[in-house]
């Protein structure tokens, strides 16, 4: 196997898992590279949506394909936004980062912050193919705050609230390579890479 897919429109997502599998000289397209369409996300858990996004693209393209569900869940308010992460603040098909962060600072105006605990989760799900019985599935999580206000430019959806008490910052203002190393994406993003090193690089025996 020397290039996969990846079904993602993001081009954050796209350049993190570039990055981690260069080394591996495998390419990864994106869904978008291929003008794919992104299905309706119908799922009530993560890896519903991931295991979706999977097999109609593994379908679509017959190509080994890798997909990827994460959100945030904050405690406050239930695991909200959650599966619908993206899209929290949607208003007539519009929606956008920016107004998912000003939703969630709005829903959490009241929130001391002892009770502004959250995580970032993932769930990547790798198919060879489309019929594949086996699945493989990847995980991470990534505790933190939310914070009062945006913080720092770096990085890509809810990552300018989201603190990191260990750094003392925001995700946002962590370096690429550093926010690989703790965030939930870059966790189950180095399992896939130890899986896939496995296959690769088998280990011979006596």
Known sequence: MNKFLF??????KL?????????LNIEVISAKDLHLEAPEETGTTFIENALLKAKY???KTGLPVLSEDSGLMI?????????HSA???ECNGKFSSQANIDRVLHLLKDKPLNLRKAQYYCVM?????????????????????ILLYPQGSNGFGYDSIFYVPEHECSAA?????????LSHRGQAFRKLQQYFSQILYPTSTQ
């Open 7 to 12: 079904a993602t429109h993001n081009l954050g």
């Open 15 to 23: 350049n993190e898992a570039k990055n981690f599998f260069k080394l």
């Open 57 to 59: 693209s593994a379908k």
């Open 75 to 83: 405690n406050a308010l239930g695991g909200r936004p959650g599966v």
């Open 87 to 89: 899209r929290f603040a």
């Open 125 to 145: 799900v790798w198919l060879q193919h489309a019929e594949d019985p086996c699945p493989k599935i990847f995980e991470g999580l990534w505790q933190g705050e």
């Open 173 to 181: 203002e962590l370096e690429p390579t550093q926010k690989n190393l």
